[in-house]
């Protein structure tokens, strides 16, 4: 037996793919110096949604827990973000890892409910548990009831005293949080637990056979999502100084659309989601003039992704050129180093 | 019970077992005893419930009445992925494998998590099993992309990568050309030498009389006949009911 080998992680594709990465980050971070106030409103909503997209590739695509119910941690972190600052004056900055907390908390009660539910009903019932959350922070005067509530300008200037100061800072949170989460999500799916979620993604019922605790496994995944969702959530109604029931825990803003990205893209991958952001921007842009037909043909779009191209974009992309641009693959190479 | 003594003290043993869905009964009080070491193999007719007996021993399916104990320990409650840890591996009749994942990545799943070893403890262990089971030039490939009796090596693989002091193979010889036949033989005798036990469901019968230690038949969820290897398939039950060959 031939004790000489080595196992590879990187390719030369992802080590180069590495350095373009670096630049775009540089060129989108200096962004505020050179840009307009609109690129940069728009580079900072692409950011929220690649977390959101990441976050539920990880959930959905890896650890099999199809959730239609991910704006329950984004309403939940913008509402604790809301409290926090409006009830406590904690600085709205320090807030936001607070509402992930927060969220993470609460994640851990919803997933007793949910967890014993599989495939559509799981799905079903998260959605049940996120209208459950909407209404009764609906019911709640003291939280603004239906209507909600805003921030008042004297917490909004803890931010920062001018409008341009707040733009810049939030601008930067938004990429900030859209790194850390992609940052984590590759982290995560490198390590031994990711190891562990992409054998779950491949067959749940071989994983258990081989050792693997899926029900722990899931359930970690479930409540760091929730975490991370929750951040995300705090810091998008943040920006928006508001935050209203109805649009904190919005099924088509905080899932139907990330579901969209993720799946066109390519379920499954860390890729995906970031194809699927970049095309349903595109979309979006192209088609805003033309009223609903922008729904219509977003729907069609995904029809045809389900129906005939599963794996999404990248799916199709990485089977065809073998490319890998965040390799979590280990090669093994016979010969020692 | 006593009528068949097990070579060497029990590693496993069934008692009473029984699994119903509704009017079907899978298992009816079906008993059995693995000795450390031994190889049991386990013939039956279509739907005679081999399957759910390995079911029933990694905890894919959960007995309605009996118990189940490993190395002296009941483990009836215990969940699948535990019972792997501490050393029952399996073999899917239809292989499951991780598709997406490489040939290398399905074995250090199985090392890292049934095993309990690092990351880098786990290399090693998976080279030699790659080696063992002639898997090594695939180590690379996504396991979507094998052939089917190159997936059913990889279960055998993957389920010995865990490290296992039981292993379960269900009908992985099917299939095979007489030479690949041979050489599973041998892969299997060899897992034998490094002192795991084997139960081993499987069609091709000279197959499995070339490894194993003792042979069950299995009909109706029960126990036909347990015995040496060759006197159970000259019993005329086993022939009628296994062959089809009247006893007449």
């Not at chain 1, 990465?21 to 989108?28: C, D, I, Q, S, Y």
């Not at chain 1, 329950?72 to 607070?98: K, S």
């Not at chain 2, 320990?73 to 292989?95: F, K």
């Not at chain 2, 059913?152 to 050309?177: F, N, S, V």
Request: glycine residues 10%.
């Amino acid at each position: 037996m031939d004790p000489n080998f080595t196992v590879e992680r990187g390719t030369t594709a992802s080590r180069r793919f590495a350095v373009l990465g670096g630049v775009l980050v540089v060129a989108l971070a200096t962004l505020p110096f050179w840009g307009d106030t609109a690129s940069m409103r728009l580079i900072a909503e692409m950011a929220t949604y690649l977390a959101l997209a990441q976050l539920w590739n990880l959930l959905a695509g890896y650890a099999g827990l199809v959730s239609v119910g991910q704006q329950a941690f984004v309403g939940l972190g913008g509402y604790a973000l809301f409290v926090m600052c409006g009830w406590y004056g904690i600085h709205p900055l320090l807030a936001i890892p607070l509402a992930g907390i927060v969220s993470a908390a609460l994640s851990l009660p919803i997933a007793f409910i949910v967890f014993r539910l599989r495939g559509a009903q799981f799905a079903v019932g998260t959605w049940v548990v996120a209208e459950i959350c909407q209404l009764l922070i609906a019911l709640m005067s003291s939280l603004g009831a239906g209507s909600g509530q805003s921030l008042t300008p004297a917490i909004v200037r803890t931010v920062a005293a001018s409008k341009a100061d707040r733009d810049m800072i939030f601008y930067w949170c938004s990429l900030g949080i859209a790194l850390i989460v992609l940052g984590l999500v590759y982290a995560l799916l490198r390590s031994r637990h990711g190891l562990a979620l992409t054998a779950i993604r491949d067959s749940e019922q071989a994983s258990r056979s081989v050792g693997v605790d899926t029900f722990r496994t899931k359930l970690l995944t479930y409540v760091v999502v929730a975490f991370a969702t929750g951040g995300v959530g705090a810091l998008i109604f943040l920006q928006k100084l508001r935050i209203s029931p109805a649009a904190g825990f919005s099924l088509n803003d905080w899932t139907v659309v990330v579901i969209f990205m993720v799946v066109i893209g390519g379920i499954g991958t860390i890729e995906g989601p970031i194809v699927g952001l970049v095309i349903y921007f595109v979309l979006r842009q192209l088609l805003a003039d033309y009223g609903s037909w922008y729904l219509i043909v977003m729907g069609c779009v995904a029809v045809f992704f389900m129906l005939r191209a599963r794996d999404g974009i990248w799916g199709w992309i990485a089977q065809r050129w073998q490319l890998h641009l965040f390799p979590l693959r280990r090669n093994f190479r016979r010969g020692g180093p | 019970m006593a009528s068949v003594e097990s070579p060497a003290a029990p590693l496993l043993q069934i008692e009473s077992v029984s699994k119903r869905y509704g009017a079907l009964t899978v298992a009816d009080k079906l008993s059995l005893t693995v000795g450390e070491r031994e190889a049991l193999g386990v013939v039956g007719p279509n739907g005679a419930g081999k399957t759910t007996m390995f079911n029933l021993i990694t905890g894919d399916v959960a007995p309605n009445e009996g118990r189940i104990l490993f190395a002296g320990q009941d483990i009836t409650a215990m969940a699948p992925h535990e019972r792997c840890r501490i050393g029952i591996a399996r073999s899917y009749q239809i292989p499951h494998p991780f598709a997406k994942m490489t040939v290398f990545e399905n074995l250090l799943v199985g090392a890292m998590f049934g095993g309990g070893e690092t990351e880098r403890a786990s290399y090693r262990h998976c080279a030699e099993v790659l080696e063992l089971t002639r898997l090594g030039d695939k180590a690379n490939f996504t396991a979507g992309a094998l052939t089917l009796l190159q997936r059913k090596r990889l279960e055998l693989a993957r389920a010995l990568a865990t490290g296992p002091r039981l292993l379960l193979l269900d009908e992985i010889g099917g299939g095979l050309t007489e030479h690949e036949c041979q050489e599973l033989i041998l892969t299997i005798k060899a897992i034998r030498a490094g002192g795991v036990a084997i139960v081993w469901i499987e069609h091709i019968v000279h197959a499995l009389l070339s490894v194993v230690d003792r042979l069950i038949v299995i009909n109706f969820g029960d126990k036909l006949a347990e015995g040496e290897p060759r006197a159970v398939m000259a019993d005329p039950r086993v022939r009628e009911i296994y062959m089809g060959i009247p006893a007449a």
